[in-house]
Nanobody
Framework: VQLQASGGGLVQAGGSLRLSCGAS????????MGWYRRAPGKEREWVADILAGGRTNYADSVKGRFTISRNDAADTVYLQMHALLSEDTAVYYC?????????WGQGTLVTVSS
């Protein structure tokens, strides 16, 4: 299974972006979907996830600004980002937990200019 992330780009501080990530094949038992990011010079960090039942979790740094959602019919996860800050600049990676195994997307770059 390959994951394809899209939606990154250049945005001014305070702006918004919406990331999407879909699977190359469908019909799997996806336990959870999530987003991680790696800022320049930093380790990869968890951003948000959404479980099969719809429960969502967010890192404190994005809580109230980012919203994760999923479309189970399309095996797609979204990350709506508002009020972007320069510190949100990073490569964003989607992650699916399928039958207990993690799968990663290739990453999409988000650059927030101040």
């Amino acid at each position: 299974v390959q994951l394809q992330a899209s939606g990154g780009g250049l945005v001014q501080a305070g702006g918004s972006l919406r990331l999407s990530c879909g699977a190359s094949r469908r019909g799997f038992n996806i336990n959870a979907m999530g987003w991680y990011r790696r800022a320049p010079g930093k380790e990869r960090e968890w951003v948000a996830d959404i479980l099969a039942g719809g429960r969502t979790n967010y890192a404190d740094s994005v809580k109230g600004r980012f919203t994760i959602s999923r479309n189970d019919a399309a095996d797609t996860v979204y990350l709506q980002m508002h009020a972007l800050l320069s510190e949100d600049t990073a490569v964003y990676y989607c992650n699916f937990l399928i039958n207990g195994l993690p799968y990663w997307g290739q990453g999409t770059l988000v650059t927030v200019s101040s």
